[in-house]
Each structure stands twice: as structure tokens, then as C-alpha cells.
């Protein structure tokens, strides 16, 4: 692999991620330094979006959406590995808090509740009122609620 200058789509990324970096550094310290977002509860992330936001509208900065939609799907992804894993208390145990609540397998178990119910709902009209509709479209329930915007 090239990892000259001449190699635009490998440095546009580095690039694309480092605007990214700078942006959420610069929202952390205004969040940090302005007391009406500090009172706000605004979290970073958050302030962060609404920068670049303005900055790319403003043609300040030039962010490919295609980047950050990959960023954002993977990140998503880490974040639910990261609900999974529970910090054991210093004796070892885990704490005594329903550790259920903690975990990616509540969440995951709300998917498959509403998959159940998708299909459920769409299996039964396709034998009722609609004979020609696709009997495994109830998916798309749990799909549509469970991978957001994206």
C-alpha cells in the first residue's frame, strides 16, 4: 500500500477524522469553560455535532458524509460493546443491581421482542386482510427502531 502524500483517499480519511478530533477537543473546552452549557448538561458529543454542523454549512471545513456515517455506525457499535462490559466492585463481586441493566442483552432483548411482534402482526394480516404482502416485513419493526437514523 501507498502511504505517500499521493494517496488522497488514505489521507482524507486521517484528515476527515483529525477535523473530527479537533471539533469535539474544541466543544469540550467550550463546554467546560461556558457556564450556560456546563448548566445545560449538554454533553460533548452533542455540541460537538452542532459545530460541525455550522462549520459545514459555512464551507469552513469540508466533512464527507459518507465518513461520518461509517464512523457513526461503527461507533454505535462500540458503544453497545461497551454497555456490556460491568466493573466487579473491589471485592470481586459484581454489584447487586440487577446486572441485566447493564448489559447489551437487555437491549438486544427488546429487538427480538419487537421482531416478534413484527412478524407476528405482518404474518397475520398476509393470511387476513393482505394475501399478497411479504409475511417477513415485521422485521423491518424492529429494524427501523433499533438502528436509528441510519
Known sequence: MDFSFNNAVLWNFVNQMG????????????????PFIRKA?????????????????????????????????????????ALSLIIPDRGGNYSKALIGSKTGALITSYYLLQAIIGLGVSIGLAYTIRPGL???????LALGFGQGPG
Open 41 to 81: 448538561l449538554m454533553p460533548t458529543s452533542v455540541l460537538a455535532g452542532f459545530i460541525a454542523l455550522i462549520l459545514r454549512l459555512l464551507d469552513v471545513v469540508k466533512l464527507e458524509t459518507s465518513q461520518l456515517e461509517m464512523v457513526t455506525y461503527h461507533g454505535i457499535a462500540i458503544g453497545f460493546i
Open 134 to 140: 411479504f409475511k417477513a416485513s415485521g422485521i423491518l
Open 19 to 34: 477535523i473530527l478530533a479537533a471539533i469535539l477537543l474544541l466543544a469540550n473546552v467550550l463546554r467546560r469553560k461556558i
